[in-house]
């Protein structure tokens, strides 16, 4: 049994949702560590566009503080990330190499790197863009924690020199994700901030789908889409929903749309959040194709997989009530089973234990 951890995290977000998908995932897992009795504190650099647009400002579990810039995180929080017993950094914290370094030699237990968007991250450090990590840094953490799975975990270790890349998935918490008695109001929705490497399945997937069913009930909620974009008739636009709108936007839906950016398609084994969000909900998911995607879901039991708008549409117009029913139940007992935020802050202490082992067996 792990002794309670004194846990530092250095991400992104965890008081807003806006724009990006960081914030459910980290309030989840703070959550479920200081269940599991675990201190945990987390540090966020204060930015113009979360603090308009702060969904959560006071999160309910642990501890959070703001931060205006590295020299303030370093004069308030030198000596928490010191003593911590495990300290990790998130991928897109601004001036992310800086604070990397600076946790890495100013922590004394683990130091890790979790990385939400490692497909994304490669892609950028191949072109030489080393905006939040240089790979210079990345042999120094102690654990590489990925959002992504699979190949790319091996990649890491043999070619950048990672000491331990494991997985850590996004997951959801059911407790805040459940079924609800809504009336359908659409037919098939989307729920993502816009992303240009997104746009085409998007486009393919739901646009075509919706052009070709006039009398289909489409809607796509996120900000940040261009005004150059066409919407059908058909489609709803909502412009953002904070994580609380989440469950009563699913469950208004027959289906939900799942897309996956490019770089996260070419390296599979990517699932998003609003994946198990959705399927937490109890609502049928209709997903782009990608490497992995069957170890997360059973496809054509527990998920349904397109790789063009008639296959959306054939869903859609001929999929039976009690099959489509059947299959969202289906996705949530897959979800209750292994995509818990529970699981996956049970699966973060398994790594610390491993590591500790590992340095015992060296000492």
């Known amino acids: 049994m792990t002794p309670p951890l004194d846990i530092v995290f250095l991400g992104l977000s965890i008081t807003s949702s806006w724009g990006n ?25 204060d930015v113009p566009w979360y603090s308009e647009n702060r969904d959560l400002p006071r999160p309910p579990h642990g501890q959070t503080e703001l931060y205006s810039g590295l020299e303030e995180l370093k004069d308030r929080f030198s000596s928490r990330v010191a003593n911590a ?3 990790v950094v998130g991928s897109y ?20 790197f979790y990385d ?28 590489y924690l990925s959002f992504t799975g699979g190949p790319v975990l091996q990649l890491l270790e043999r070619h950048y ?17 459940a079924p609800a008695n809504v009336e359908p109001r659409w ?31 489409f809607v796509v909620a996120g900000p940040q889409y261009p005004n150059s974009i066409t919407w059908p008739r058909g489609v709803q636009r909502i412009e953002h929903l904070a994580p609380p709108d989440h469950v009563g936007f699913y469950a208004a839906q027959r289906f939900t749309l799942n897309v996956t950016r490019a770089d996260m398609v070419r390296a599979g084994h990517s699932p998003s959040v609003r994946l198990f969000e959705a399927a937490a909900c109890g609502v049928p998911v209709i997903s782009d194709v990608w490497p992995g995607i069957d170890g997360f879901f059973e496809p054509g039991t527990e998920i349904l997989l ?14 039976r ?43």
């Open 21 to 45: 998908g960081h914030a459910t995932t980290y309030r989840g897992l703070v959550r479920e560590l200081t269940r599991l009795g675990h201190r945990v504190l987390f540090l966020e650099r």
């Open 85 to 87: 017993d495990l300290v």
């Open 93 to 112: 914290v601004p001036q992310g190499v800086e604070v990397g370094r600076w946790a890495i030699e100013t922590g004394r237990g683990i130091v890790a």
């Open 116 to 143: 939400i968007d490692t497909p994304v991250t490669l892609a950028k450090m191949a072109r030489g863009e080393y905006e939040y990590l240089a790979p210079h840094l990345i042999p120094r953490y102690d654990l």
């Open 161 to 177: 020199g990672a000491r331990a890349a494991r997985p850590l998935y996004c997951s959801v918490v059911p407790e805040l994700y």
């Open 187 to 217: 037919d098939l929705g989307y729920l993502g901030t816009y992303s240009a490497d997104r746009q085409p399945a998007l486009e393919s997937l739901l646009l075509h789908a919706a052009r070709e069913w006039p009398d289909g009930r």
């Open 306 to 319: 397109a790789r063009t708008g008639q296959d959306v549409l054939r869903y859609l117009r001929q999929m």
């Open 321 to 363: 009530e009690p099959e489509r029913r059947l299959m969202g139940i289906r996705a949530r007992e897959r979800v209750l089973r292994a995509h818990t935020a529970a699981h996956r802050a049970r699966t973060l202490i398994e790594y610390v234990d491993e590591i500790h082992g590992r340095e015992k067996a060296l000492a």
